[in-house]
């Protein structure tokens, strides 16, 4: 069972883990060991609620293929499991954005002391721009 939050859990078997091999340096450890971990999740055939599944779904990441299918690629350490912990952290995060929902904004006005203030600055500040000028004897 991977667990979301408090009210989503996953079942270990709608996610797809396998072990592969990790790009860039490391020397000869990383041609013969496959530390890298490459988790897919299949979103449209998940436990989530359809209102989930479409948050997921409309979100703009480049890691959902056309078919719906999360996939999240794990080699930033060197080890298998330490990898696995990460991606499913990674994917953990990911559900949880999506059953994030932002308040509304509501517009908000200045109030009317807020507007006499700033007439009576404007006033106070043309009068003294009106003392600036030309004297005459």
């Given amino acids: ?14 996610v797809e883990i396998s072990a592969i091999r990790a790009q ?3 020397g000869q450890n990383v041609n013969k060991v496959s530390s890298a971990i490459h988790l ?3 979103i449209n055939n998940s436990s989530l609620s359809d209102e989930y599944k479409q948050r997921l779904l409309n979100s703009k990441d480049s890691r959902i293929t056309k078919e719906g299918v999360l996939i999240i690629k794990a080699q930033q350490f060197r080890t298998q499991e330490r990898n696995k912990i990460d991606a499913l952290e990674r994917l953990q995060s990911f559900i949880t954005k999506a059953t994030y ?8 006005k200045p109030s009317r002391n807020a507007k006499r203030k700033r007439v009576d600055k404007k006033t106070q500040r043309g009068k003294t721009k009106a003392l600036r000028g030309k004297v005459d004897f």
């Fill in 1 to 14: 069972m991977i667990f979301i939050n408090n009210n989503i859990s996953l079942n270990d078997n709608e």
């Fill in 24 to 26: 860039g340096a490391g």
């Fill in 40 to 42: 897919r999740f299949d």
């Fill in 101 to 108: 929902v932002n308040k509304t904004r509501r517009p908000t």
